[in-house]
């Protein structure tokens, strides 16, 4: 019951929200957003130990049931969705929306899809979840974001829908296989996948895949992604890019790796490859852009190809890597979106090229900065390298033959990766102020959200040990 | 087979209100009184009807089942809204409001011969009784050059279709010696004749016809284009759904056993339907002839059931096609005839002037387009999950997802214009608050269906 609450009260409200007609909806939105986080909390300390689930019948006669179930994994990526939701509310507070109702509804119901995702334990349920986070994001995109946001999130839209499509025919596909009364949930579909013979599951993985890589997204089913980042709203964009990928990466652990271990062995060096690719390939272009948004949407490629790298090296440790750093990745990447929309607000551009002098003018801002930007390049202490540590440690011990070639190759992004995130600092921060000194430094709500996420960083950085403890279960499940 | 009855009574008696009765209103309100008086049999007929078990009338030529009565019991519910959504545009398009309403009731008698025959020349007799209404129904905005086109295209394309099943009829008949759909279930696939296989082919090409699958298809954008939006939507739901189940009903009763002789050249049409409905669509710049392009499109995924048609799913698939389909579809025709511009450019800025009329049409889109929690999702998924089951149809599923995620190009147009474009759109009457209360609970039947969509579900 409490996880069906989990869902069903960003649902409700975001249903009401739409009916409400008036500015209040973004209060409402902010207790809905309090109040799941609330319960997302109460159930991961119940989930700590034991996994906990619920299930009642759906579609008898199909073989779906309702069923939830939460584990350290769910309850992880859960808290993100809840954490980082009030976060975007609480810094977005000033800010003036035309529509404020749609709006906080839409993101509302966005947050219910994304948790559904997470809790679900039925194919069917995940899909309709899978849809249900997807459709208010593309509203979202296209009635809020910028110029050209039409013809890019209706890309965006068809990209990911054909993926579903996709996924949906290989899920058809692995229920028919099945036996007994829940043909849907996941442990048939999981023994279904199992039993297939090897040459059916290296081609229903990609039935699979597909939807996961494009939403990740892995090279080369990427080339949404900047587009949509940049012409999105930043509140949809944190959303897109924090949590919505990780939807990618969190189904290709649960859905795909146990499921397809045949299908995922035949082609893990290819996924591999082409998430190095991604890593250098995202890098550099991040060396070259200008766009402040542009910029950190490639390098949240860059570290996505990295988590889905080691998620098909079959290593304990690299498993538990990406748990860890799903977590952190999304709260990171999150305060890098936030200063962004900061520094667009008050400066009126994202060019690089034009910005420059925020230590000077706002010194709060350009600290956060600065400790954010260190956390997304993993620097230890913060929370980015413990996470990213074990994925290279992962890497390593992977099962494939070329496993030091693709450490050695993956281990370029980091250095890439400090390269745009120093130069993108010093163009920011530092250098020229000419234009720059009559902006404020932040206000009371920014500073709020930014202190959340920076005190996460922190924290994390010195003692991750409870994030580890969560999912170490998980991870030894995943590969034994 | 009270239903039956009570539809050409209630037929007949529409046709003499038209001579004693004046206000077009009043006639449409009998109407819309005798539709759910016989939704009302239909639902006692449903209720006296044993599950899994069926009567037979007339010299056992017509044997209403379980499964048949319960399809045209949803058909008779789809009519009803149906009427409810659009009395006031019939009454708009001509003089003869009450004629329009005896010949849909006629139509349904002859979907409710469809659903239940047990004889081939039954399953003529029905084809025709739902079809020649419609070609005067498509003709009735009598002063509209393209009305009248339409009319006299659909008759004679009609007939010549109709001479083709009659013709497949014929052979069969020659083969085997019976119209009986089960003295035609012993045809065995190693003694099959020649004359069987092509009897069997020209039925199969007569009933593509009717379904408007490609290549048959031609005849469907003129008529839905040209006919009045009203008797429009009617041709492209209750209509072509019954016909669905008519060819779904042939195919598994009596062909099945022989699928080798017809199930590659049926595989083939259903990929071209889709095709060609899906890709054609792109281009219109109508949106009453993109819904067109779009029913044809809708009817190669109805086809999946017929492909599929040993499995319990496809059975099932079908009648919960059948009415998601005719729901959302009803739903966004009734929506289209209140704009003044069938044009997508038309559609420009209805969300800021007519906010619950864009909603509403978004949800019948979005349940047009197959995304889940609509019931549009639901019917697509019931049908490709038969044809997955079938084991041998792998290659057309992801054809068809593919060609469902072209269809959203064309369908979310429409809430692009109405959402995010600047205009001014126009509307042709104002929406009063008994429409809001319709179109409402149409999009809360679009939503129950993708919930719930066991309640609409029979197990045979």
């Known amino acids: 019951m409490m996880l069906t609450l989990i869902i069903l009260i960003p649902l409700l409200a975001g249903i009401f929200a739409f009916m409400m007609k008036s500015e209040g909806a973004k209060g409402l939105a902010l207790a809905s957003s309090l109040i799941t986080l609330g319960i997302v909390a109460w159930a991961s300390c119940e989930a700590y130990n034991a996994p906990v689930s619920f299930s009642i019948p759906w579609i008898p006669s199909l073989g779906a049931g309702f069923s939830l179930m939460a584990d350290g994994m769910s309850t992880m990526l859960c808290l993100l969705t809840a954490?980082?939701?009030?976060?975007?509310?609480?810094?977005?507070?000033?800010?003036?929306?035309?529509?404020?109702?749609?709006?906080?509804?839409f993101m509302l119901l966005s947050q219910a899809g994304l948790l559904g995702v997470f809790l679900s334990y039925d194919a069917l349920l995940f899909y309709f979840f899978w849809e249900l986070a997807l459709i208010p994001v593309y509203f979202l995109c296209s009635r809020w974001g910028g110029e050209k946001r039409i013809p890019v999130t209706f890309k965006f839209f068809v990209y990911t829908f054909v993926g579903s499509l996709m996924m949906l025919a290989g899920i058809i596909y692995l229920a028919s296989q099945t036996s007994g009364p829940d043909a849907y949930s996941w442990n048939s579909i999981m023994q279904a996948g199992r039993a297939l013979p090897a040459e059916q599951q290296q081609i229903v993985f990609w039935l699979i895949f597909i939807a996961f890589a494009i939403k990740m997204p892995i090279f080369p089913f990427h080339t949404w992604q900047p587009d949509t980042y940049e012409q999105s709203p930043t509140p949809v964009t944190i959303i897109l890019s924090a949590l919505m990928v990780k939807m990618g990466l969190f189904a290709v652990l649960r859905w795909l790796l146990p499921v397809l271990p045949q299908g995922v062995a035949f082609w893990s060096n290819t996924v591999i490859i082409l998430s190095i690719i991604g890593?250098?390939?995202?890098?550099?272009?991040?060396?070259?852009?200008?766009?402040?948004?542009?910029?950190?949407?490639?390098?949240?490629?860059?570290?996505m190809g990295l988590m889905s790298a080691a998620a098909f090296s079959s290593s304990n440790v690299g498993m538990h890597g990406i748990m860890v750093q799903m977590f952190n990745h999304g709260i990171n990447i999150t305060g890098m979106w936030l200063i962004v929309s900061m520094v667009e607000n008050r400066w009126g551009t994202r060019d690089m090229t034009k910005l420059g002098g925020m230590a000077t003018a706002a010194p709060k801002m350009a600290i956060a900065l600065v400790i954010i930007s260190l956390a997304n390049i993993a620097l230890p202490l913060t929370n980015g390298f413990i996470g990213e540590f074990m994925l290279f440690n992962g890497l390593f011990q992977g099962a494939s033959p070329y496993h030091i070639t693709f450490m050695v190759i993956a281990g370029l992004g980091v250095i890439l990766g400090a390269v745009y995130t120093l130069n993108m600092v010093q163009r920011t921060a530092y250098g020229n102020t000419t234009d720059m000194v009559i902006a404020k430094d932040l206000t009371a709500n920014e500073y709020l959200?930014?202190?959340?996420?920076?005190?996460?960083?922190?924290?994390?950085g010195v003692y991750p040990k409870p994030l580890l403890d969560m999912t170490a279960g998980i991870a030894r499940v995943l590969v034994p | 087979m009270k239903a039956i009855i009570a539809a050409t009574i209630f037929g007949i008696l529409m046709m003499f209100a038209s001579i004693l009765m004046k206000d077009k209103k009043a006639m449409a309100n009998l109407a819309i009184a005798s539709l759910l008086v016989l939704f009302g049999i239909n639902i006692w007929d449903l209720i006296s009807t044993p599950a899994g078990s069926s009567q037979a009338y007339f010299n056992n030529m017509l044997s209403i089942s379980y499964y048949g009565q319960m399809f045209n019991t949803l058909m008779t519910g789809c009519t009803l809204l149906y009427a409810l959504l659009v009395s006031k545009e019939i009454q708009r398009?001509?003089?003869?409001?009450?004629?329009?309403?005896?010949?849909?009731?006629f139509i349904l008698c002859g979907v409710y011969l469809l659903s239940g025959y047990n004889n081939l020349l039954m399953l003529f007799i029905g084809i025709e009784i739902m079809s020649i209404p419609q070609y005067i129904l498509a003709g009735s905005d009598k002063r509209n050059l393209k009305s009248s086109e339409a009319a006299l295209k659909y008759f004679l394309m009609g007939s010549f279709s109709t001479g083709i099943l009659l013709m497949g009829i014929t052979l069969l008949y020659g083969a085997t010696g019976t119209f009986s759909i089960a003295g035609?279930?012993?045809?065995?696939?190693g003694t099959i004749s020649m004359m069987a296989v092509a009897g069997i082919l020209f039925v199969m090409m007569a009933l593509a016809f009717k379904v408007s699958a490609a290549p048959m298809h031609m005849w469907t954008p003129d008529v839905y284009d040209g006919a009045p939006t009203p008797f429009t939507a009617y041709m492209a739901t209750v209509v072509k759904a019954a016909a669905f189940v008519a060819f779904l009903h042939l195919f598994t009763y009596s062909f099945g056993n022989v699928s080798h002789t017809w199930l590659l050249v049926l595989s083939v049409?259903?990929?071209?339907?889709?095709?060609?409905?899906?890709?054609?669509?792109?281009?219109?710049?109508?949106?009453?002839?993109?819904?067109?392009?779009?029913?044809?499109?809708?009817?190669?995924?109805?086809?999946?059931?017929?492909?599929?048609?040993?499995?319990?799913?496809?059975?099932?698939?079908?009648?919960?096609?059948?009415?998601?389909?005719?729901?959302?579809?009803?739903?966004?025709?009734?929506?289209?005839?209140?704009?003044?511009?069938?044009?997508?450019?038309g559609?420009?800025?209805?969300?800021?002037?007519?906010?619950?009329?864009?909603?509403?049409?978004?949800?019948?889109?979005?349940?047009?387009?197959?995304?889940?929690?609509?019931?549009?999702?639901?019917?697509k998924y019931y049908v490709v999950m038969a044809a997955v089951q079938t084991g041998q149809l792998m290659w057309l599923v992801i054809f068809g997802l593919l060609m469902a995620a072209i269809s959203v190009y064309y369908y979310f147009r429409v809430i692009i214009a109405m959402y995010f474009k600047q205009g001014n759109a126009e509307l042709s009457s104002p929406v009063t608050s008994g429409?809001?209360?319709?179109?409402?609970?149409?999009?809360?039947?679009?939503?129950?269906?993708?919930?719930?969509?066991?309640?609409?579900?029979?197990?045979i």
């Open chain 2, 269 to 345: 049409i259903t990929a071209l339907t889709l095709f060609v409905g899906n890709v054609t669509a792109v281009f219109q710049q109508s949106v009453k002839r993109m819904l067109a392009y779009s029913s044809i499109a809708q009817a190669g995924f109805m086809l999946f059931a017929v492909l599929a048609s040993n499995t319990m799913a496809a059975q099932q698939g079908m009648i919960i096609y059948a009415v998601a389909y005719s729901v959302a579809t009803i739903g966004i025709f009734a929506v289209l005839m209140k704009m003044k511009d069938y044009t997508y450019d």
């Open chain 2, 93 to 105: 398009v001509g003089a003869h409001v009450a004629e329009y309403f005896a010949l849909i009731f």
């Open chain 2, 184 to 189: 035609l279930a012993f045809l065995q696939s």
């Open chain 1, 279 to 303: 890593i250098v390939y995202a890098s550099l272009l991040a060396i070259v852009q200008t766009d402040l948004k542009r910029l950190v949407a490639y390098s949240s490629i860059a570290h």
């Open chain 1, 449 to 460: 959200g930014l202190f959340i996420i920076i005190g996460i960083i922190l924290i994390l």
């Open chain 2, 347 to 379: 559609f420009n800025g209805l969300a800021q002037k007519e906010p619950l009329l864009a909603f509403v049409a978004t949800i019948f889109i979005l349940s047009l387009a197959g995304i889940p929690l609509t019931g549009g999702f639901m019917a």
């Open chain 1, 83 to 105: 954490i980082v939701v009030p976060v975007v509310i609480i810094t977005n507070w000033n800010k003036t929306v035309d529509k404020p109702w749609s709006f906080y509804g």
């Open chain 2, 435 to 459: 429409d809001k209360f319709m179109l409402i609970l149409t999009c809360l039947l679009v939503i129950l269906l993708g919930i719930a969509p066991q309640l609409f579900l029979v197990n």
